[in-house]
């Protein structure tokens, strides 16, 4: 049977509905403050509902971020769907991995991602290039971006997030 999660592009009307369920999630320190901009979002609808929102980032060529990943629904497999639309864009605009900073690895795992050695704090305070040598998988351009991100956040210094790192060339159906 098809989920009943309906996932959507967001849309310039929605911008006020993001960021409402973003804001409690940016408070809690669970989600990346960031400016809400309609063409980076995917929304989830549940019964016509506004039930959850992702943003897609591009990074590089080849990588895009997956963020501010928020459920209201939980449970229901809003926060899975969220995931798989983000791999099915991602396959369909030529990227080849998806990276997300986060500390749910756990459950990231599940989807198939797999923990990148270095967390995102130790990006912000080391030699990206250094790290990358031994994953050539991810090109410096990804940590020198995960590290820019993570040197503004105000949390830096009490981060225990990771960066998760998905090959989009796994088919999503395998996983959770
Ligand atoms: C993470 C999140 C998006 C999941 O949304 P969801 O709609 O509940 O996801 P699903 O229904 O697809 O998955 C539910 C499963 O995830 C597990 N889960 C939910 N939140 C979790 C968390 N914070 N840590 C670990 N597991 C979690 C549930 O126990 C459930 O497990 P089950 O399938 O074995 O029963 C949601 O909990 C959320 O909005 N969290 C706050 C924001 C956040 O942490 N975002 C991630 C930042 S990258």
Request: with cysteine; proline share 6%; hydrophobic share 45%.
């Amino acid at each position: 049977m098809s989920s009943p999660v309906h996932v959507r592009p967001a849309r310039a009307s929605d911008v006020d509905a993001i960021q409402a369920m973003l804001a409690p999630e940016v408070d809690a320190g669970t989600v990346l403050p960031r400016v809400v901009q309609p063409h980076e979002f995917l929304v989830a609808e549940l019964g016509g509902e506004l039930v959850g929102v992702v943003a897609m980032s591009q990074w590089t060529t080849e990588v895009v971020e997956l963020g501010a990943l928020v459920s209201t629904q939980r449970g229901r497999g809003v926060g899975r769907r969220l995931v798989r639309a983000v791999l099915e864009r991602a396959t369909t605009d030529g990227f080849r991995s998806v990276v997300a900073l986060t500390s749910i690895d756990r459950w990231f795992v599940r989807l198939g991602f797999v923990p990148h050695s270095a967390a995102p704090w130790e990006l912000a305070s080391r030699q990206p290039m250094l790290v990358t040598r031994s994953e050539p998988h991810l090109d410096a351009a990804v940590c020198w971006k995960a590290s820019a991100v993570c040197a503004g956040c105000a949390r830096l210094a009490q981060c225990r997030q990771r960066m998760m790192v998905r090959s989009v060339s796994m088919p999503s159906r395998q996983v959770a």
